[in-house]
């Protein structure tokens, strides 16, 4: 007897220990000259194979059961066209169906994957509403940056332009909420709620993620994603419209502690966190300077700039090589500074708005927008 239960515990370990292999076959019509790829999360090729006719086919050892990035690149000669897919991988056989001038919408995906079938059952709605939107921004995003544009910063043109760019990019953040939204209270069990919610910039708008947030398993809100985004939600809690803004740490050039009550006559301060070697830092001061210099004429309104450096002569030597007249402030901790986490820095330059009572009118501004939300709050 005891032989049959070591014989037992072998098959188990055999069982446990099998390699685990992806196999995939594709039918993308009109397609000549493609190709298909996974990459892990990391940026790492699993595997790629031609398209060639509209067809593919290719076998490989898969790394590990979880998500992956799906390209498929309709001509290999214009690889920037290449389309990026969300996809669950596990041991197992996918059949994938699409059409070259459908690549916008989210192929037909076939698995025994309890996970992929519901990754294709959210994006197949998901990205078909995105890619509406999309094609609005990306026109009028043209008509203001495109190289030939007539449209002159600042004129009623730009600023109207401005204001239906921003109405449609409200619009895209309200897409992805609404459908993640509807899925979760179709789908309460779902096992992709955490995942998708990181691949969109919820932090754009978190008292609306914040209840979808609220919806979550247990067991969601438990993955790598969900404790990450339960944590974010809860801080950008604190800096939402009308919340006290954070003590800001470091002294100005003179060596003074910053006091924001000496700002309490402003009714809009532009709080920007830079640093010297940052070329887009330097790039937008110009813009500040020039494009918007009539805002720095306002008396109701500032700039203070938080720098990031860790040097005081790189700091320093950047202010006076780029003449900047407002505010200046820095702790000289870098990233490590508790400015970066109180005011959720995430990218260098980041831009937030607040009032006179250092309270947040606005945080994470686009720069892009950052005129517009200036102006219009001004005016109020």
């Known amino acids: 007897?005891?032989?049959?239960?070591?014989?037992?515990?072998?098959?188990?370990?055999?069982?446990?220990?099998?390699?685990?292999?992806?196999?995939?076959?594709?039918?993308?019509?009109?397609?000549?000259?493609?190709?298909?790829?996974?990459?892990?999360?990391?940026?790492?090729?699993?595997?790629?194979?031609?398209?060639?006719?509209?067809?593919?086919?290719?076998?490989?050892?898969?790394?590990?059961?979880?998500?992956?990035?799906?390209?498929?690149?309709?001509?290999?000669?214009?690889?920037?066209?290449?389309?990026?897919?969300?996809?669950?991988?596990?041991?197992?056989?996918?059949?994938?169906?699409?059409?070259?001038?459908?690549?916008?919408?989210?192929?037909?995906?076939?698995?025994?994957?309890?996970?992929?079938?519901?990754?294709?059952?959210?994006?197949?709605?998901?990205?078909?509403?995105?890619?509406?939107?999309?094609?609005?921004?990306?026109?009028?995003?043209?008509?203001?940056?495109?190289?030939?544009?007539?449209?002159?910063?600042?004129?009623?043109?730009?600023?109207?332009?401005?204001?239906?760019?921003?109405?449609?990019?409200?619009?895209?953040?309200?897409?992805?909420?609404?459908?993640?939204?509807?899925?979760?209270?179709?789908?309460?069990?779902?096992?992709?709620?955490?995942?998708?919610?990181?691949?969109?910039?919820?932090?754009?708008?978190?008292?609306?993620?914040?209840?979808?947030?609220?919806?979550?398993?247990n067991e969601q809100k438990h993955t790598e994603e969900g404790v990450q985004e339960g944590d974010d939600l809860a801080q950008l809690d604190k800096l939402a419209t009308g919340s006290p803004a954070p003590k800001i740490s470091g002294k100005t050039l003179n060596g003074s502690p910053f006091d924001p009550k000496s700002l309490s006559d402003k009714k809009v301060i532009l709080v920007e966190f830079w640093r010297a070697d940052n070329e887009l830092s330097s790039l937008n001061h110009l813009k500040l300077m020039n494009a918007y210099g009539d805002l720095l004429t306002k008396k109701n309104f500032t700039i203070v700039s938080i720098s990031l450096d860790t040097t005081r002569e790189d700091w320093v030597k950047a202010i006076q090589k780029q003449n900047l007249p407002w505010i200046q402030v820095s702790d000289l901790r870098g990233q490590k500074s508790p400015n970066v986490d109180k005011w959720m820095v995430s990218k260098i330059p980041t831009y937030d708005l607040v009032d006179g009572n250092w309270k947040f009118i606005k945080n994470d501004v686009d720069f892009n927008d950052v005129f517009v939300d200036i102006m219009n709050n001004l005016k109020k």
Not at 99 to 104: A, G, N, S, T
Not at 131 to 160: C, F, R, W
Not at 187 to 202: K, M, S, T, W
């Open 1 to 217: 007897m005891k032989y049959l239960y070591f014989f037992a515990l072998v098959l188990i370990i055999s069982s446990c220990n099998r390699t685990k292999y992806v196999e995939f076959d594709g039918a993308i019509t009109g397609i000549s000259n493609g190709a298909f790829a996974i990459k892990d999360p990391q940026g790492n090729q699993v595997l790629s194979v031609l398209i060639s006719d509209g067809k593919f086919h290719v076998k490989n050892m898969l790394p590990r059961a979880g998500f992956y990035d799906m390209y498929i690149t309709p001509d290999l000669e214009k690889d920037y066209k290449k389309k990026l897919f969300e996809v669950y991988l596990e041991d197992g056989k996918y059949t994938i169906t699409s059409d070259v001038d459908r690549l916008f919408q989210y192929p037909v995906i076939k698995s025994d994957s309890k996970i992929q079938n519901e990754l294709t059952d959210y994006y197949t709605t998901a990205i078909t509403d995105e890619h509406a939107v999309q094609v609005q921004s990306d026109s009028i995003t043209d008509m203001l940056y495109g190289k030939n544009t007539p449209v002159v910063v600042g004129s009623k043109e730009y600023l109207g332009l401005k204001k239906q760019l921003q109405s449609i990019t409200d619009d895209a953040l309200n897409v992805d909420a609404q459908t993640l939204n509807k899925y979760i209270s179709k789908n309460p069990q779902n096992d992709i709620e955490a995942f998708v919610l990181a691949q969109i910039n919820y932090k754009k708008d978190p008292e609306t993620y914040s209840k979808i947030y609220a919806k979550f398993t």
